[in-house]
């Protein structure tokens, strides 16, 4: 699998997290090449201030079937924490699906068709790493719906 890492630096430098970022990017192509045929990627990793999940400190994003982002925030206090909870490298899985369908029957254009895509590269990136769900892919409560 042929992917290439573009930094992303106008908005900050990432030298000091560039190695572990790097490696994170790694773990998610050696797991992917397992299950998928080989295709080439292009992956944008920048630093924006608040442009996260604030939970993690981090974000994805999918454009194309040739190109997705990561967006770190190392000033958010959960980003140190994303790097070694496997944060980067599920996140990076859960875009590479959606490139992967971009290629294919496509994200959708209604609510329903965007929760089955989110969905299942949810449960991609979770199978890859037999992770348990992320915050966001689990119903509320009435309490905590409160």
């Known amino acids: ?70 967006t770190v925030d190392p000033l958010n206090p959960n980003f140190a924490a994303s790097l070694d909870t496997g944060d980067i490298r599920r996140t990076i899985a859960h875009e590479v699906h959606h490139c992967r369908r971009f290629a294919g029957p496509g994200y959708g254009r209604t609510l329903g068709e965007a929760i089955v895509s989110e969905g299942l590269a949810g449960q991609f990136a979770g199978t890859l790493f037999a992770a348990p769900p992320e915050p966001w892919e689990c119903a509320l409560d009435d309490t905590a719906l409160r």
């Open 1 to 70: 699998m042929d992917w290439q890492v573009h930094w992303l630096e106008a908005e900050g430098d990432l030298a000091p997290w560039r190695e572990r970022i790097a490696a994170e990017i790694e773990l998610a192509r050696t797991a992917v090449a397992g299950v998928l045929p080989p295709f080439r990627l292009d992956i944008l990793v920048e630093r924006v201030t608040g442009a996260v999940i604030p939970e993690v400190g981090t974000a994805g994003r999918a454009y194309r079937p040739s190109l997705c982002g990561l």
